[in-house]
T-cell receptor
Framework: SQQGEEDPQALSIQEGENATMNCSYK?????LQWYRQNSGRGLVHLIL?????REKHSGRLRVTLDTSKKSSSLLITASRAADTASYFC??????????????FGKGTHLIIQP | DAGVIQSPRHEVTEMGQEVTLRCKPI?????LFWYRQTMMRGLELLIY????????DSGMPEDRFSAKMPNASFSTLKIQPSEPRDSAVYFC???FGRGTEAFFGQGTRLTVV
């Protein structure tokens, strides 16, 4: 079963604008991770935010986490054409659970218009 | 390290044939995952191993699917017999530690005709 669900499914913006995508999840988590997938390629890890963190930055990426709402957001500032990709959130099972595999949502397909 | 290596990158086979997908994880990683990606279902976790031992195969769709990890540097996912609905991109990923960053291979695009 899928834990994370991204919103919107697709997003198209102009180069230079900021892009925001959201992730909602269902059960308690230890951390939440964001991945990027370029067309025809494997997923690449972007950032990991732990359950006791509220915000984390990495370059032009800013991730927030609200455990009370079971949601996270990924903000890409000053978008570039190279940011065109699908973005996924992923959650490992809460510690104490039986499984270890990351479960992914269906992703947000981001298109940056030049 | 060269990252997670999968082979072949593309596979086209006829329905009923056996298909074997291969994966070499990153050296030192103790978790290995097999995922399947389709437009309809997204990324599905099929099976994962910890220290070469299969832990959870509840995502394997049918008995036609099987996976092995004979040693820490090699895993296979086999489909026998293959069916057109098995057409998808299959990813292998590895990680060090539980719930940590996963490193993905480039995937194998399987087409069953």
């Amino acid at each position: 079963s899928q834990q994370g669900e991204e919103d919107p499914q697709a997003l198209s913006i102009q180069e230079g604008e900021n892009a925001t995508m959201n992730c909602s999840y269902k059960t308690s988590i230890n951390n939440l991770q964001w991945y990027r997938q370029n067309s025809g390629r494997g997923l690449v890890h972007l950032i990991l935010i732990r359950s006791n963190e509220r915000e984390k930055h990495s370059g032009r990426l800013r991730v927030t986490l609200d455990t009370s709402k079971k949601s996270s957001s990924l903000l890409i500032t000053a978008s570039r054409a190279a940011d065109t990709a699908s973005y996924f959130c992923a959650t490992p099972p809460y510690s104490g659970g039986g499984a270890d595999g990351l479960t992914f949502g269906k992703g947000t397909h981001l298109i940056i218009q030049p | 390290d060269a990252g997670v290596i999968q082979s072949p990158r593309h596979e086209v086979t006829e329905m009923g044939q056996e298909v074997t997908l291969r994966c070499k994880p990153i050296s030192g990683h103790d978790y290995l995952f097999w995922y399947r990606q389709t437009m309809m279902r997204g990324l599905e976790l099929l099976i994962y191993f910890n220290n070469n031992v299969p832990i959870d195969d509840s995502g394997m769709p049918e008995d036609r699917f099987s996976a092995k990890m004979p040693n820490a540097s090699f895993s296979t996912l086999k489909i026998q017999p293959s069916e057109p609905r098995d057409s998808a991109v299959y990813f292998c990923a590895s990680s060090f530690g539980r719930g940590t960053e996963a490193f993905f291979g480039q995937g194998t695009r399987l087409t069953v005709v």
